[in-house]
């Protein structure tokens, strides 16, 4: 059996969140550290990081950008930010245009196709899916969960969903279980 291929997340991805997600917000403390973390943020990005690379980003950025902010919150911030960064960049644009015309709904139905535009290894899958309400498992198992979840809120938001909101209502080794409620 072969091995699982290294899970990465790609360049705009990181583009969307710390260049232009965070772009008026970024420190000469934040740049430093996340060049000591391996981005150099004044180079040019590699094609993609790995998962662990990744997660340390989001780790420091959170710390960082909102340290009056338990860490959740401040993952759930980081990851709202992605989306507003994730739609200045060329792919983002074009994802973030057919979400808004497919709605809520259908939008969570795409969920894993819409992620694995920003990585090599999401999985998605709805677990229960009624005229406003889904659950979504993913197979996030990290703590990068709670971006997961800004991400996932600020995307019902770009669908046009009204009052959307998305909690963990569990999660374990193989990944989390998100309710999504929108009107």
Same mark, same amino acid.
């Given at each position: 059996?072969?091995?699982?291929?290294?899970?990465?997340?790609?360049?705009?991805?990181?583009?969307?969140?710390?260049?232009?997600?965070?772009?008026?917000?970024?420190?000469?403390?934040?740049?430093?550290?996340?060049?000591?973390?391996?981005?150099?943020?004044?180079?040019?990005?590699?094609?993609?990081?790995?998962?662990?690379?990744?997660?340390?980003?989001?780790?420091?950025?959170?710390?960082?950008?909102?340290?009056?902010?338990?860490?959740?919150? !401040?993952?759930?911030?980081?990851?709202?930010?992605?989306?507003?960064?994730?739609?200045?960049?060329?792919?983002?644009?074009?994802?973030?245009?057919?979400?808004?015309?497919?709605?809520?709904?259908?939008?969570?139905?795409?969920?894993?196709?819409?992620?694995?535009?920003?990585?090599?290894?999401?999985? !998605?899958?709805?677990?229960?899916?009624?005229?406003?309400?889904?659950?979504?498992?993913?197979?996030?198992?990290?703590?990068?969960?709670?971006?997961? !979840?800004?991400?996932?809120?600020?995307?019902?938001?770009?669908?046009?969903?009204?009052?959307?909101?998305?909690?963990?209502?569990?999660?374990?080794?193989?990944?989390?279980?998100?309710?999504?409620?929108?009107?």
């Amino acid at each position: 059996m072969d091995p699982a291929p290294e899970r990465l997340v790609f360049a705009h991805t990181v583009e969307g969140l710390l260049i232009r997600g965070v772009a008026g917000m970024l420190t000469d403390r934040l740049r430093a550290r996340l060049r000591e973390a391996g981005l150099d943020l004044d180079a040019k990005l590699r094609p993609a990081y790995t998962y662990e690379e990744w997660t340390e980003f989001v780790r420091i950025s959170a710390a960082e950008l909102f340290p009056e902010k338990p860490w959740p919150a !401040a993952y759930r911030a980081l990851g709202e930010r992605l989306i507003d960064g994730y739609r200045e960049t060329l792919l983002g644009r074009a994802v973030m245009s057919i979400i808004k015309l497919r709605g809520p709904a259908k939008a969570v139905q795409r969920t894993q196709q819409s992620f694995r535009s920003g990585n090599n290894y999401t999985e !998605a899958r709805v677990e229960h899916l009624e005229a406003n309400r889904a659950e979504l498992w993913m197979n996030e198992t990290s703590d990068v969960r709670m971006l997961t !979840a800004g991400i996932i809120l600020a995307g019902l938001r770009a669908t046009g969903a009204k009052e959307p909101s998305v909690e963990v209502k569990r999660f374990d080794d193989k990944g989390t279980v998100y309710v999504l409620k929108w009107s």
